[in-house]
Structure formats: C-alpha cells, structure tokens
C-alpha cells in the first residue's frame, strides 16, 4: 500500500462544474496536509493547507479532512480551463517537516 | 511571484563535470529542503536543511552534496552524475521543521539537469 494515494485520472470536468479530487493516507500519524498544483513544465504551487477536521475553504477552493476514515479531498467550485493542471496531495510526517506526495490527478476542466 | 528563486533555470552536464545549483529564499524561513522529480511522477525529497543544518538526507548518492551558507542559501553540488539523475531539482522553504506546526513548503521555480 502506498503512503499517500490519488487517482491519477484524468479527470475530465466541464466548464463551471464542481471538480472533487480525492487523496487517502496510510500514518494514522500524519498530522498537516496539503494541496499543490502543478502545471506541465512548472513547479508545484501550494493551493491550501489542512490540519483539522472538516472543512476549510479558500475562494473556489474547499479542502476537506476526515482523520478517521484517514482521507483528504479538495473541491474546486465554477471550474475554469486555467484549472487545468496536476493536482499533488502531499502529507507531512513527524520531525523534519518531511512531505510524501501522492502521484497526483490530472485535471481536465473543458470549455 | 515566487520568493523562491533558483538558478540556472536549465544545466546541461556531461558525467565527468562538476557544477552546482543555487537556491534563495526571501521570506526569512528557517528550513530550506532539495527534492528531485522526474517526469510524470511526484517530487522525491533529497535534503532538509534546518537553521542552517543538515537534518535530513534521504539516503541520497554522494555525487549529491549539498551546502548552505546561510539561512536564505542553498547549493547543491554536482560531481559524476549519470544520466538517470535528468530530472526537474526543486527548492523548497519553510517558516521551520517542528512536528505539530503547519510549516507549509514553497518552491521555487526549479532548475532542469539533462546529463550527457
């Protein structure tokens, strides 16, 4: 089992929808958790950070926690082309502020 | 903008030359971290750097050294590397390293290494 597990996609959104990306963990440990995106070519962008339970939201974006079930999904309301990227789901463990990434989703957002 | 800067944007290197890759943080951040990604996968973490001390290698080949001068600087050293080492070297910044705190990591821009 890996540590940290998306799927790798594509997904395929139409333009305004809502686009749900999904991420499980194995450290029941595993304390912060983060959401990069990453364009072709780029480096990868922090988009929202989560260390609690629930729901935490940022402009069209909601990243939602739930440490039991040791799962962490972002949505992105009003979906734009510009959307269109890798998504990373990375957790952080322990001392050393040491982060594993998932493999990530490609998204597709068409207009 | 990033506050990550990291140069040069792109290296080519034979396997028997010597160069080195230069990161810098303008956010005051204690950790600084290297990490590596090859194509179509995610970024491996190679180094952490924690006030300005080696806290984490991840096993990483001698023909990797890195160095940091400072608190804003990080080099990574180049020596005799294979062409399996071709891949997107990334910087990466944090407020610091403590277990419990949100510590989010920022990259840089990155420097593509294609060895010859």
């Known amino acids: 089992q890996k540590e940290v597990e998306q799927n790798s996609g594509p997904l395929s959104v139409p333009e305004g929808a809502i686009a749900s990306l999904n991420c499980t963990y194995s450290d029941r440990g595993s304390q912060s958790f983060f959401w990069y995106r990453q364009y072709s070519g780029k480096s990868p962008e922090l988009i929202m950070s989560?260390?609690?339970?629930g729901d935490k939201e940022d402009g069209r974006f909601t990243a939602q926690l739930n440490k039991a079930s040791q799962y962490v999904s972002l949505l992105i309301r009003d979906s734009q082309p510009s959307d269109s990227a890798t998504y990373l789901c990375a957790v952080k463990r322990g001392y050393g502020n040491k982060l594993v990434f998932g493999a990530g989703t490609i998204l597709r957002v068409k207009s | 903008d990033t506050e990550v800067t990291q140069t040069p944007k792109h290296l080519v290197m034979g396997m028997t030359n010597k160069k080195s890759l230069k990161c810098e943080q303008h956010?005051?951040?204690?950790?600084m971290y290297w990490y590596k990604q090859k194509a179509k996968k995610p970024p491996e973490l190679m180094f952490v750097?924690?006030?300005?001390?080696?806290?984490i290698n991840e096993s990483v080949p001698s023909r990797f050294s890195p160095e940091c001068p400072n608190s804003s600087l990080l080099n990574l050293h180049l020596h005799a590397l294979q062409p399996e080492d071709s891949a997107l070297y990334l910087c990466?910044?944090?407020?610091?390293?403590?277990?419990?705190?949100?510590?989010?990591?920022?990259f840089g821009p990155g420097t593509r290494l294609t060895v010859t």
């Open positions: 750097y924690s006030y300005e001390k080696l806290s």
């Open positions: 990466a910044s944090s407020q610091g390293v403590l277990a419990g705190g949100t510590n989010e990591q920022y």
């Open positions: 956010m005051g951040h204690r950790a």
């Open positions: 989560i260390y609690s339970n």
